[in-house]
């Protein structure tokens, strides 16, 4: 199937090679931990995990903020020695499990948490990995038991910023939106801060109120202006409300984020920018490469650039079915409503609609005509 | 809570923001194979390089273009030692060019054209690819794979670093049309055959009376003169390349090529001087057999494929034939019409001869 709708993206996907005419032309910005000359630390991490976890953690931090994968390959590279033996470190089968989950190997993930978990008890970032993964697959209830146990080991903040964010997908979105409000910040660190708007943001958008939303996605941008998730978030709600020149200025000099390169292009869209086939270029490349590599950890970006970018609803339709087949987040349930509307088959998604339902999801995009506002 | 902790926690609020990934690190290996070469190309993003071989010489943590042509020499070894590629018959020797630059979502790519010399024609290819396999775990090599018409793509690295795939028997068809425009062009291009030809066929629109060339009063003797010396020409080289194709007989190459430019010699001289004036198309039969082993060494560098050796071999010496058939076609009217002046008779019959077997002569001295 996937290499079925490959074949759509099978245009030129790139600008033909060239040589260069100066030789003071800039080629990469090489951020820190991607030079040659690190290599020597990580030959150190072979043999010393007190060098090893801060550097893979390090890594993972970088993929992270630049939104390079290559890190987390480089993270996995100074883990190995470590989580192979008989006696594997708790923390990097910790920092293992957040890289398996970062390509969507979501049950390989969950299986490194268990041994890390088994290793060590006292162990709240696995608990929180564990929520976070079990809440990406919808499997809410497990996802709440998760955030229980961390709230067990670690300051109460975290625990009820993870618990209240399953709850608010869970059937108690206006409560849990209440409970984060109150939350007090004076103890927090600048990240926790940040973690706690991204989702007061979330709640606000599915609440249906999206100056509210703007508000809280602006604060976590504020706190951490390097999370990308944030201003993807972001950009989908201007990109809601028709606000394409705000996209294009939230996201200016980020097209090297994939993500971040799909709200460009979508904004381009609506603004008939003459950069918009750039954009579907590089953008139809990564995904044809994507699909040679045999792996699929953007069929939800695939979808809403097949629906949004280049108007093929019905393929957008069967990419985002594929997409829900592995991941139950709102935004791939709003994708497939959506490539089921402009594809003149809402019936297709009645199950998904259904079943959150039956979860007890609410979603203001959802359940209206998608262009209502609050 | 102790501040290890804390800082523990606040990487782990990143797996939300992971949630949505990016792009992994990619190289993209195009191979397209032909006879026993194959050429292509491999783009590796710049940050790849640089991890593979430090581009960043002025450690300013930006790499520029003159920084990545003074790594030339460090990348086409580190792909020596990190891609081997090799047929049943052996290792095959890879050779990369000049480097360019090709853009993507991630960034920048080196891009280098690959030239592969393999030992004998590919029946299988075997792919060992060990680029960043150290550096980067995640790493994978794209490969597109084409050989006689058909494409196949793999993702090369990671746990599979040996791969190999069976190259589809190239079809008949494709095996036939692809030969035949190798020997149109080896007709074209190698003006040594041309030039014998021709000192064969000048005289044809003539016949020699009282040690002199007359025009041939009808178009038939004319007509039949070119039929027999091409048709011996054909009939001679065709002999003589299919027996060196199936390798029955071999000639070292060294040999055939100054034999064939002698060959021009004497056809040309023979215009000068007529020794034979009546029998051409005997000469053109016993040097055409010298001429065959000289498509044959053509064919030779090209390779049968296995599987559709005949058909090819048919496919090539209907090219060659087709090729000189052109050639007959576009000259010989000319010469024919221009048959009854001076300028043909006492002109370019002569020094026009004399011209090929000088320039024939150089040919004999350079291959020898």
Known sequence: MVVAVAGVFSTPATARPYVPTSDTQVLADLPAGAQHAELSARRIARERIDVALPLAQFYINQARTTGDLRFLGYAEAVLVSWIGSSQPDPTALVLQATIQQSRHEFDRSLVTLDRSIA???YNPQAWLTRATVLRVLGRYAEAAQSCEQLARYADSAYGVICTQSVLALHGNLPSAYDTLQRLSTTEMMAEERAWRASELGEMAVRLGQDSDA?????????????????????????????????VMTLLHGQGSIEPLLLRIAIAQQQLRDPGLERSRDLLAASFEAEASRGESIHRREQARYLLEVEAHPQQALEVAL???????EPDDALVLVNAARAAGSPERAQPVLDYLRMQGLRDARLYTPSTSRS | MNPFLRSLIVWSLGALGCAQAHVASNSFLQLQVEGSSITG?????????????GLDT??????????????????????QQHL???????????????????????????WQPLTVRCPGIPQQLSIDYRLLDNEDPSHRGLLSLTAFGATQTAVLGGQRITQSFDLAHPSAWYAFVDYLQAGVWHIWSGTDHLLFLLSLLLPAVLVRRERRWQAVPQALPALMNILKVVTAFTL???ITLSLAAFDLIRLPGRLTESAIAASIIVAALNNVFPLITDARWRVAFAFGLLHGFGFASVLADMGLPRGARLVSLVGFNLGVEAGQLAVVLAVMPVAYWLRHTTLYRRGIMPWGSTGIAALALVWLVQRL
């Open chain 1, 119 to 121: 290793a060590r008890a």
């Open chain 1, 214 to 246: 703007e508000r809280w996605f602006q604060l976590g941008l504020t706190l951490t202006p390097h999370d990308f998730y944030v201003r993807a978030a972001y950009a989908d709600l201007l990109l809601r409300l028709h606000r394409p020149e705000a």
């Open chain 1, 322 to 328: 594929l997409d829900w087949a592995v991941q139950r």
């Open chain 2, 41 to 53: 190309s491999l783009e590796l993003a710049v940050r790849d390089a640089e991890l593979a071989v």
């Open chain 2, 58 to 79: 002025n450690r300013d943590g930006r790499v520029d273009w003159g920084e990545v042509r003074a790594a030339e020499p460090a990348l086409s070894l580190y792909l």
């Open chain 2, 84 to 110: 081997h590629l090799a047929t049943h018959d052996g290792g095959c020797a890879l050779t990369a060019g000049t480097l360019q630059i090709n853009e993507r979502v991630d960034g920048n790519y080196i």
């Open chain 2, 236 to 238: 001679a080289h065709s």
